[in-house]
């Protein structure tokens, strides 16, 4: 893997509450400058994102019911057709967790098509695998696919744990090829990416993503 090829395949992760608008300006016009895949962005930032970014390859994409899930349908409705005609055309919502562990697959798969229904938007399902069991995991994906997702994405990157090579190897097989993988949380290093690309992912999400480039 080249440097350029890690950077198209990155979401630059600009999720951090206590970022300034400084720091998300330049965090912008890095991944701008080095044509990443897209940049990830809180919803309160879609205006500078779409200020910053104009005219560049970079596409813009957003939290939904972010970082926790508990959100209702209705909210995560509103949060994703604003975000769409704000600028945003890649969601990255997170699933209601306690619903899938509950086995309320009627709950989830509708909450998800909700979204997915909502906009034109690439919507990326965010399962928080580390609250879930394995057999959770490919439930919760075959949900996502049945409702119509373009992405299966372990992490939020604010839970206990982030993508293992393990997981990204078992939500590749728990859907069909036209669902893409994206690995998110606690990736620290070059090897990480090229260990979960390896496993099946299409997608990283990552905040690091300067100090990882460095170590092409």
């Given at each position: ?36 895949a897209s940049v990830c962005i ?159 992912a299409d997608r ?13």
């Amino acid at each position: 893997m080249t440097k350029q090829e890690f950077l198209s395949m990155n979401d630059h992760s600009l999720l951090k509450p206590h970022l300034t608008k400084k720091e998300i300006m330049e965090g912008l016009q890095y991944a701008k400058d080095n044509h990443c895949a897209s940049v990830c962005i809180n919803p309160c930032n879609l205006d500078i994102a779409r200020e910053v970014l104009e005219g560049s390859d970079v596409k813009i994409g957003t939290v939904i019911g972010f970082p926790s899930g508990a959100h209702t349908t209705f909210s995560k409705v509103a949060e994703a057709i604003d975000a769409y005609a704000r600028g945003a055309v890649e969601l990255d919502m997170v699933i209601d967790i306690g619903a899938l562990r509950n086995g309320e697959y009627d709950d989830v798969y509708n909450d998800i098509k909700a979204v997915v229904d909502a906009t034109p938007a690439v919507v990326k399902v965010i399962l928080e695998n580390c609250y879930l069991t394995k057999e959770q995991i490919v439930k919760g994906c075959q949900l996502c696919e049945k409702a119509g997702a373009d992405f299966v994405k372990t992490s939020t990157g604010f839970a206990e744990g982030g993508a293992t090579v393990e997981d990204i190897t078992l939500m590749r097989e728990s859907v069909s090829e036209k669902v893409h993988v994206k690995a998110a949380g606690g990736i620290h290093s070059k090897e990480d990416v090229e260990a979960l690309v390896a496993a099946g992912a299409d997608r990283v999400g990552v905040s690091r993503t300067q100090a990882i480039a460095a170590e092409f």
